[in-house]
């Protein structure tokens, strides 16, 4: 059947009704990629602010709290088993609080600040560890031993002055009365500056070598549980204008002080450090070992 011819008329509405439709499609498309545009700003900015948000919380967040028997920064060792002197843990938001060590039974307070790849740690440690424990263990001292990190530069990336910090941390924590050989285990293994150090592998070696054979130990070193603990007491002793060392005029290791007073003799004269000692023993205990003799 033929189709019926439209008029003039016919035809313009007819063109003006598919302009209508067409506006009226080209207007939702308009609507829906605005929308979609908008959204995908939004998310964008939501994201943005995300991971802005993220960025200030790392930065800000407080350190995580310190391990346990090093409430001071560091952990204090007596008696003829270089005992730790129990203390808890630094909060995670919280400072260091000093020891009490009056009523230790002792003459001699010593204290000091180690970095375990600081190769003047490690000769301070060479001449004056056998002293050291002997006074310990008959009761004439307690020893303070402060972890520190300021020698990561010098270890090709790895970290392992913070790494070893940590270490002996975790054995503070799960293992504190075997602290005294992790310490020295890490001195006689101790890696050249501008080597790569120890693996964490390596430091669960030697330390099961030495009689810690802790899984919690092991695991807190892989872990590195005290990481943000070995930074943050770290800064405080580098920016503590008491450890400050007048003569170079930087905090620097080791520091080593006994009963308050500073060592400034050679770290590896033990005969000197020793001098040093028995010149802050009250009269009576020097007369009496010299009576004893």
């Not at 943005?48 to 409430?71: Q, R, T, Y």
């Not at 308050?260 to 802050?280: I, K, M, N, P, Q």
Request: proline residues 5%; hydrophobic residues 40%.
């Amino acid at each position: 059947m033929p189709q019926e011819r439209l008029t003039k008329d016919q035809r313009r509405e007819a063109a003006r009704e598919a302009a209508r439709i067409a506006r009226a499609k080209q207007k939702r498309r308009d609507t829906i990629n605005s929308v979609l545009v908008r959204g995908g700003v939004t998310l964008g900015i939501v994201a943005v602010v995300a991971i802005v948000g993220l960025v200030i919380f790392n930065s800000v967040k407080p350190a995580g709290p310190g391990p346990l028997n090093m409430a001071s920064d560091g952990i204090v060792l007596v008696g003829e088993e270089l005992e730790a002197v129990p203390t808890t843990s630094i909060p995670a938001d919280g400072e260091p609080t000093a020891t009490d060590t009056s009523d230790l039974g002792v003459d001699l307070n010593i204290v000091m600040y180690v970095d375990y790849l600081c190769p003047v740690c490690g000769a301070f440690e060479e001449a004056n560890a056998e002293l050291i424990e002997t006074l310990v263990t008959t009761g004439q001292a307690s020893i303070e031993i402060h972890p520190v990190s300021i020698l990561d530069r010098a270890s090709s990336g790895t970290r392992y002055s913070s790494r070893a910090a940590n270490a002996v941390a975790c054995v503070a924590e799960n293992e504190p009365d075997s602290f005294w050989d992790a310490h020295a285990t890490l001195f006689a293994n101790q890696p050249d500056e501008g080597t790569s150090g120890l693996s964490n592998s390596e430091i669960i070696g030697l330390f099961e070598g030495a009689g810690i054979t802790s899984e919690a130990v092991a695991s807190c070193i892989n872990d590195e549980s005290f990481k943000s603990w070995v930074t943050a007491a770290s800064d405080r002793a580098t920016s503590d204008p008491e450890l400050v060392n007048p003569a170079s005029g930087y905090f620097g290791t080791p520091t080593v002080f006994a009963n308050g007073e500073r060592y400034t003799g050679s770290v590896s004269d033990v005969s000197e450090f020793a001098t040093f000692l028995a010149g802050l023993l009250p009269a009576e205990t020097e007369t009496e070992t010299e009576t004893t003799e």
